[in-house]
């Protein structure tokens, strides 16, 4: 059974930055693919980015791209989000999550193992 644990949230200003990790124990040989996910309040969970733990192959929401980056070490079994230019329309709690589609997936359907979340927001 995998077991994930969201940390590095915190408050910062606009244009600032965070990262966040995702520490992931007893991984499954059929998660291949990890994610991190945000829900606003008031607002459905929506896909951010995902990574192929065996590629690196990665994939973005559209208004998050080219300010945030996903990555993993393999190793250490965790999946970071560096999140740069933070806009206030970031802010939501964050959470990891892991599926067992080969390469892609941005739905939260799809997605069998989930952390509890870590709350990023970003003053104006």
């Known amino acids: 059974q995998v077991e994930l644990l969201e940390s590095g949230g915190g408050l910062v200003q606009a244009g600032g930055s965070l990262r966040l990790s995702c520490a992931a124990s007893?991984?499954?040989?059929?998660?291949?693919?990890m994610g991190w996910f945000r829900q606003a309040p008031g607002k459905e969970r929506e896909f951010v980015a995902s990574i192929s733990w065996s590629t690196g192959m990665s994939y973005y929401l559209d208004s998050v791209k080219g300010r945030f980056t996903i990555s993993r070490d393999n190793a250490k079994s965790t999946v970071y989000l560096q999140m740069n230019s933070l806009k206030p329309e970031d802010t939501a709690v964050y959470y990891c999550a892991g599926s067992p589609m080969r390469q892609y997936s941005r739905l939260s359907s799809e997605y069998d193992y989930w952390g509890q979340g870590t709350q990023v927001t970003v003053s104006s």
């Open positions: 007893g991984r499954a040989r059929s998660t291949y693919v």
